[in-house]
């Protein structure tokens, strides 16, 4: 049932109580986002909105490919082990305040201390691919990373959305004691309001300096053509239909599959289809006493029809995909093409030899986003018929996302956001738990090839390090990746410049309001 105060909330967006400016743009999001500290408790949604108000030096193209952001120019000495940064000339913070390279080197100090809790620090302090060992500021525009070794994935680590893209942020946005306060970087928007658990405001930087060209993933030129931008929080899909029909959002950026025929016959809307690198998986917790029996994790595997779970959760959308390189990479080979066929005798089979005697499995889920719920559901009933007693429990989004953090399940569905590049993809779920409880692989032998995949930048020698990395992944089903998502958005048909991308962040900015 749902809250009461959602539902007052509800009705107050569709009576129109509270309209919005002329001049604002109004984007539905399925949930609130955790934070407003760069790379620190954060999900794709709070990445969606931080892209918005911070940059760092380097972000990703279109292309899945690193370009400069405040960066004009990246120089690699001939070792590989040192970078050099010159900032663009005129960038200023939301507040007015010129960015020098001294600003670059307090955020930076502030990421790698362990209290501030950035996701990412175990990437760069040599417990990951990269092991920074120093950053000078020789003069106010010039910044110098040194390396302990050659990475392939510096720079994507740097440009990483989950790791808050690195932003540059001015250091009123901590407090007098050092903690975190509010967002005052360089973005194409600053912060006007955060109304928890209904709204993200956010205004137009009129200090904003934008590179010059055109709109390119999260660099290229991100003018703000908007005065305003409000992320609205409806978590019911019904709802953010009516809504976006009512004119009371501009966008909904993922749209019901089993809406698509509703949306397609209005006039006043305009859909459009992004291909994703998110990706859909069920997760297993393999240090649990059932799970980590790779029998009973191979017999749910078995279980599956993965074309029809693939189609049904996607209305035929999109195919099934279960390899963590997402369909759309360059490094999506043969080895990641192979897709798991359904074998109910087979996973009995391996349930007997394990000695499984119908002992309940939790599965955990959320209704915020419908793909993750009906894998879910779908997920049971198929695994119910392999004789695997599948309970689903059905948490908020939030409660499932701190639950994942922990490593505190048996099992869930869930996503994954888009990582541009493949050792990336492989990363993001591999470790050892004991360091970083979110992690669901702890392969030792993967994660040596995972390191060497990160040092070698040239595709062909890559790619046979990534297809060895991924049959080591099928033989131990830590986790079962599903698909690669598709995202169908709906704007309305005044909404100009709006587009989806690999990444399936919206972005408000070089989007406009027709009269």
Known sequence: MRSFAF??????LLAGTALAEADTLRINLKADIRSLDPGVNRDVNTDA????LFEGLVAFREDSSVGPMLAKSIDISPDGKTYTFVLRDGLRFSNGEPLTSQDVLFSWKRYITPATGWRCL????????VKVTGVATPDAKTVVYTLEKPSAVFLATLARPDCGGTGIFHRSSLGPDGQWREPVATGPFKLAAWKRGQMVELARNENYQPLAGARD???GNKTAQVASVQF????DAATAKVALQAGKIDVNLDIENANLAEYKADPNLTLQAAALMNTGAFLFQTRDPLLGDVRIRKAFLLSLDMEELAGAVTDGQAKPNNSPVPTPSAYHGPVQSEVSRR???GARKLLAEAGYKGQPIRMLANKQYAAMYNAAIIGQAMAREAGINVELEVLEWGAQQDRYLSGDYQMMSFHYSARLDPSLSFEMFSGIKGEQPRKVWENREALALL???MEIAEPEKRQPLLDAMERLFRADVP????YSEMRISAARANVAGFKGWALGYPRAWGVSLKP
């Open 343 to 345: 074998d109910l005798a």
């Open 7 to 12: 539902l007052v909330f509800a009705s107050c």
């Open 122 to 129: 175990q990437e760069v302090d040599g417990r990951g691919a």
């Open 49 to 52: 909105i931080q892209a918005h």
């Open 217 to 219: 993933g999260l660099t």
């Open 232 to 235: 609205v929080v409806i978590p």
């Open 479 to 482: 986790m079962i990746v599903t």
């Open 451 to 453: 390191a060497k995949s």
